[in-house]
């Protein structure tokens, strides 16, 4: 069994692989963020002009949340595209869609000149983003994954999270400039479109990637052996429901962010709970956090391929969600220093260890046949729930009500340990060969086997 799953993949197909699912998820969550940077800074102003100012903001960012609604929607739609047309086929449909209507939403037409067109237009736009970005993590994080050779799934697959960070850096490093350099009216005139245009670069780039990659070996062995299925999202939940459903539980873990960047500002910076932060802090800690993120995650996707997927994640699971009492309680006492490097230390280190290793782990939970979908579905539900938790916290937590820190922090420690209690459930998946994945009676190589073949894989350039 020792050679089993060692048939030769192309260096090249890989790393061209490896760079697409970069660019691609790079380029999707650009694309995705600057919408959220827009949505808080000026789009209360310019599509819902005639409305009281605070439900102006209140509706902005609603057609912000409006984007998570539509990731399981798109999940099941592009999940079955990625596994009856194939993985590439399905990650340029995603950057195509997430590119176009991105670029749209920098040509639109404001209130003052179409009325109420101007946020309908506005919502469709954000949900046809929403759809996209739902099958790029999964049809991404298989791509590569299916390219790379036995023993270095974790590290290669770790480069789909890394492009997700990297595109969050590059929104925050383009907008934030000119919505602080720009004179005002400026800015809400013209200004604001600059970054919204700018994704026709980028995709124009990940195109060019894309579409020199060939289909995956797996893929194309299942669709030459005509074993394609008709309904993978069917087979999926028929055959592993009880993955899909471990999945969604460890997806959870987008509690950390919610509580590094969205509840933990609001607590930071909101006047009404009365710590005072300035908001220039709480700007600069996603594009920190970010920043070590993308020096972080190559090392722990590697690591993972040593010791294994299902230790990472416990790891950073409960490590982040630990970390989470301490980063709440700094911002309580006003400790600036103190919340920024336990922001930084739980989200952009700790944090980690699930981040970078769940782009190999979900998709070596499933069988090629529903990869794509089964992770599609399953980490969106996830990733959708996680999007509730900001009005959970404001309500279990409102300005003026005591133990903030401890309230919070306790609700988002227990779902770290759900999200560890899953994993920790999950089969292990590193040392398991790519034909015998998603199989119940998959036995992984033995050990000694398996770090030969990881160290022949490592050597070779």
Not at 329 to 336: D, K, L, P, R
Not at 367 to 394: C, D, E, H, K, W
């Amino acid at each position: 069994m020792a050679s089993h799953d060692t048939h030769s993949h192309d260096s090249k197909q890989t790393k061209k692989a490896t760079a697409s699912g970069w660019v691609g998820s790079a380029l999707e969550y650009y694309d995705f963020f600057i919408y959220a940077q827009a949505a808080a800074l000026i789009f209360p102003q310019i599509f819902f002009p005639n409305t009281d100012p605070k439900i102006a903001i209140v509706a902005s960012l609603a057609t912000y949340g409006v984007g998570y609604v539509a990731r399981p929607i798109g999940a099941f739609f592009l999940g079955h595209w990625g596994d009856t047309k194939g993985r590439k086929n399905v990650l340029l449909l995603c950057m195509f869609m997430m590119g176009f209507a991105t670029m749209a939403v920098g040509l639109l037409p404001t209130y003052s000149q179409v009325g109420v067109w101007a946020p309908i237009m506005l919502v469709i736009l954000r949900l046809i983003q929403g759809f996209a970005v739902a099958g790029e993590i999964s049809g991404a994080s298989s791509m590569i994954m299916e390219h790379a050779p036995f023993g270095r799934r974790g590290y290669y697959a770790s480069y789909t999270l890394q492009g997700v960070q990297a595109g969050q850096i590059f929104a925050a490093a383009i907008f934030l400039p000119l919505a602080y350099f720009m004179p005002d009216d400026m800015f809400n005139t013209w200004g604001w479109r600059i970054p919204f245009l700018l994704s026709a670069i980028v995709l124009v780039a990940g195109y060019i990637i894309r579409r020199t990659v060939e289909e995956t070996p797996a893929f194309a062995n299942v669709e030459a052996k005509q074993q394609l299925t008709k309904s993978p999202v069917a087979e999926a939940f028929q055959n592993n429901w009880q993955n899909m459903g471990l999945v969604m539980c460890m997806a959870l873990m987008n509690v950390i962010p919610v509580v590094a960047t969205i509840f933990g500002a609001a607590y930071a910076v909101q006047p009404a709970y009365g710590i005072g932060f300035s908001k220039s802090v709480y700007l600069w800690i996603p594009v920190v956090g970010n920043i070590i993120a993308v020096l972080v995650i190559p090392f722990v996707g590697n690591w993972s391929d040593k010791i294994g997927r299902r230790p990472m994640i416990i790891g950073g699971a409960l490590g982040s969600g630990l970390l989470s009492f301490g980063y709440l309680y700094a911002i309580s006492v006003h400790n600036v220093p103190l919340a920024f490097a336990m922001s930084l230390l739980m989200w952009g280190v700790v944090y980690q260890g699930y981040n970078a290793v769940f782009p190999s782990f979900y998709p070596e939970l499933f069988q090629t046949r529903y990869r794509v979908s089964a992770m599609a579905i399953s980490q969106n539900v996830g990733t959708m729930i996680t999007a509730l938790l900001p009005a959970l916290f404001a309500a279990v937590a409102p300005p003026g009500s005591d133990n903030i820190p401890l309230t919070v922090g306790a609700i988002a420690f227990g779902i770290t340990c759900v999200a560890a209690l899953a994993a920790y459930t999950a089969k292990e998946t590193y040392r398991i060969p790519m034909s015998e994945l998603g199989k119940r009676d998959a036995v992984p190589v033995q050990k000694t086997d398996y770090d030969v073949q990881r160290m022949s894989a490592a050597a070779k350039p």
